[in-house]
């Protein structure tokens, strides 16, 4: 299966450097004079100006082995086709040196190259690639709102945070991808404008989405259009105060919401979701997410997790401390299958399932939850309710057992828990997620 992966970010001057050997016929294994930065990474653009046809070309990294970086050749300004880095010669007509930088500078302008297959968008970029993955870098915040699919798709596409750039269950980790949006409008509109039944896939996954600046109410709307959307591993918190329903994630499409964190949203009116799983005939499967801290202080309700459907598919969810609601909410129904969730609810026993753990105590069930910033925070304690309650749902669907720490509950023998985080996980670490990006990216 044909993958291509390119960066996104604002470091569009990552690192100037000069060839000195190129092998192959394209594309080439690429040595330079001096060492590129180590910021350089799969996916970004080399760009080099050829004095002879007097423009630029711009090459793919698609590998890194040590000191060779593999490009593969995309387009250039003069339309000359293709040609080595080492044959492109400066004013002197020596050897011409060219510069790192990210594919893409914003999740929109990712998103605006996206086209149904067969796609070439900036020359052979795509080449009829089955898989996109987008990744972005943790150059600055990413701010931009209102990203959309471009036209129909059919190629799967994945965004996500570069593998050393996740946050790993930590709330604003230094050095790691943060999506702070600032406008009044939706962060991310997954629509699919083929027909229903497209068998295109979007991911989202590993990106820390911070509210705390957001004039809007809608985080990730998915579509009803959208029949395959995965959104995994990701952080949403901090949206606060608005005049209509409080909503980081609605999900009216087909799909899977797993091991994410959904942490203090606050509403003085109208309704306040952690997750919100519109009504409708889709089918939504929805594993392992920890929902906290989801407040109204006004006349209608909040809820950790509201189901509107019995297509509508939970196991395995931690839902705490709702203030002015319910930790699960079923407007429409539920599936029967729906079991081993854990809440904090006690006189409505919300939980759905005849597994289910109701009236979970707070200070029992995590090592820290009134510091955010805190790298323990709602990871489990010994002893909690949540450990060890849960149904083991092996590799099925794909990516369900990658939790929020990275950590593979299926590579060892663990009773699976409740919630985004296994309590047998070690502290996070950059190589804990290796496994992950594999999981989330391809599917048979």
Same mark, same amino acid.
């Given at each position: 299966?044909?993958?291509?992966?390119?960066?996104?970010?604002?470091?569009?001057?990552?690192?100037?450097?000069?060839?000195?050997?190129?092998?192959?016929?394209?594309?080439?294994?690429?040595?330079?004079?001096?060492?590129?930065?180590?910021?350089?990474?799969?996916?970004?653009?080399?760009?080099?100006?050829?004095?002879?046809?007097?423009?630029?070309?711009?090459?793919?990294?698609?590998?890194?082995?040590?000191?060779?970086?593999?490009?593969?050749?995309?387009?250039?300004?003069?339309?000359?086709?293709?040609?080595?880095?080492?044959?492109?010669?400066?004013?002197?007509?020596?050897?011409?040196?060219?510069?790192?930088?990210?594919?893409?500078?914003?999740?929109?302008?990712?998103?605006?190259?996206?086209?149904?297959?067969?796609?070439?968008?900036?020359?052979?970029?795509?080449?009829?690639?089955?898989?996109?993955?987008?990744?972005?870098?943790?150059?600055?915040?990413?701010?931009?709102?209102?990203?959309?699919?471009?036209?129909?798709?059919?190629?799967?596409?994945?965004?996500?945070?570069?593998?050393?750039?996740?946050?790993?269950?930590?709330?604003?980790?230094?050095?790691?991808?943060?999506?702070?949006?600032?406008?009044?409008?939706?962060?991310?509109?997954?629509?699919?404008?083929?027909?229903?039944?497209?068998?295109?896939?979007?991911?989202?996954?590993?990106?820390?989405?911070?509210?705390?600046?957001?004039?809007?109410?809608?985080?990730?709307?998915?579509?009803?259009?959208?029949?395959?959307?995965?959104?995994?591993?990701?952080?949403?918190?901090?949206?606060?105060?608005?005049?209509?329903?409080?909503?980081?994630?609605?999900?009216?499409?087909?799909?899977?919401?797993?091991?994410?964190?959904?942490?203090?949203?606050?509403?003085?009116?109208?309704?306040?979701?952690?997750?919100?799983?519109?009504?409708?005939?889709?089918?939504?499967?929805?594993?392992?997410?920890?929902?906290?801290?989801?407040?109204?202080?006004?006349?209608?309700?909040?809820?950790?997790?509201?189901?509107?459907?019995?297509?509508?598919?939970?196991?395995?969810?931690?839902?705490?401390?709702?203030?002015?609601?319910?930790?699960?909410?079923?407007?429409?129904?539920?599936?029967?299958?729906?079991?081993?969730?854990?809440?904090?609810?006690?006189?409505?026993?919300?939980? /759905?399932?005849? !597994? @289910? %753990?109701?009236?979970?105590?707070? *200070?029992?069930? =995590?090592?820290?939850?009134?510091? +955010?910033?805190?790298?323990?925070?709602?990871?489990?304690?010994?002893?909690?309710?949540?450990?060890?309650?849960?149904?083991?749902?092996?590799?099925?669907?794909?990516?369900?057992?990658?939790?929020?720490?990275? /950590?593979?509950? !299926? @590579? %060892?023998?663990?009773?699976?828990? *409740?919630?985004? =985080?296994?309590?047998?996980?070690? +502290?996070?670490?950059?190589?804990?997620?290796?496994?992950?990006?594999?999981?989330?990216?391809?599917?048979?």
């Amino acid at each position: 299966m044909a993958i291509t992966t390119v960066s996104i970010g604002s470091n569009q001057n990552i690192s100037t450097v000069t060839p000195s050997s190129c092998s192959g016929s394209g594309p080439w294994v690429v040595a330079f004079t001096s060492t590129p930065s180590s910021d350089v990474a799969v996916g970004d653009m080399y760009v080099s100006y050829d004095n002879n046809n007097f423009g630029n070309y711009f090459f793919l990294v698609t590998a890194i082995s040590g000191s060779n970086y593999t490009l593969k050749y995309i387009t250039d300004d003069s339309t000359m086709g293709s040609e080595s880095p080492c044959n492109l010669v400066n004013e002197e007509y020596g050897q011409a040196s060219g510069t790192f930088k990210r594919w893409f500078a914003t999740v929109t302008l990712f998103n605006d190259s996206l086209c149904s297959q067969p796609c070439s968008y900036g020359g052979n970029l795509y080449d009829g690639s089955n898989d996109i993955v987008g990744e972005m870098h943790d150059d600055s915040d990413f701010t931009e709102t209102g990203t959309y699919p471009s036209e129909a798709q059919e190629t799967d596409v994945t965004l996500t945070a570069y593998e050393a750039d996740r946050h790993l269950g930590v709330i604003g980790a230094s050095g790691k991808v943060v999506w702070k949006p600032t406008a009044n409008t939706y962060v991310l509109d997954l629509t699919d404008a083929a027909a229903e039944g497209s068998t295109a896939k979007w991911t989202v996954s590993w990106i820390e989405f911070d509210f705390s600046s957001f004039t809007g109410n809608i985080g990730i709307d998915v579509d009803p259009t959208m029949d395959r959307a995965y959104i995994t591993n990701n952080i949403f918190h901090s949206m606060s105060n608005h005049a209509n329903n409080l909503n980081p994630l609605r999900f009216s499409g087909n799909g899977y919401v797993m091991n994410n964190m959904f942490y203090n949203m606050t509403d003085n009116g109208d309704y306040a979701f952690g997750i919100n799983l519109s009504q409708g005939s889709k089918t939504v499967e929805c594993y392992n997410n920890t929902v906290y801290k989801i407040t109204n202080t006004g006349a209608d309700d909040a809820n950790g997790i509201r189901t509107g459907d019995t297509d509508h598919l939970l196991k395995n969810n931690l839902v705490m401390t709702i203030v002015g609601g319910s930790c699960y909410v079923s407007d429409g129904g539920v599936s029967a299958s729906s079991d081993y969730n854990v809440g904090s609810d006690t006189s409505a026993n919300s939980a /759905f399932g005849s !597994n @289910s %753990v109701n009236s979970a105590v707070l *200070a029992d069930t =995590f090592e820290e939850y009134s510091t +955010a910033t805190a790298t323990d925070f709602l990871r489990l304690k010994t002893g909690s309710a949540a450990i060890g309650v849960s149904e083991d749902l092996a590799t099925t669907p794909v990516g369900v057992n990658i939790d929020l720490n990275g /950590f593979d509950r !299926n @590579s %060892v023998a663990v009773d699976w828990d *409740a919630g985004c =985080f296994q309590f047998t996980t070690s +502290a996070p670490s950059a190589s804990s997620t290796t496994n992950a990006a594999f999981l989330l990216f391809l599917e048979v």
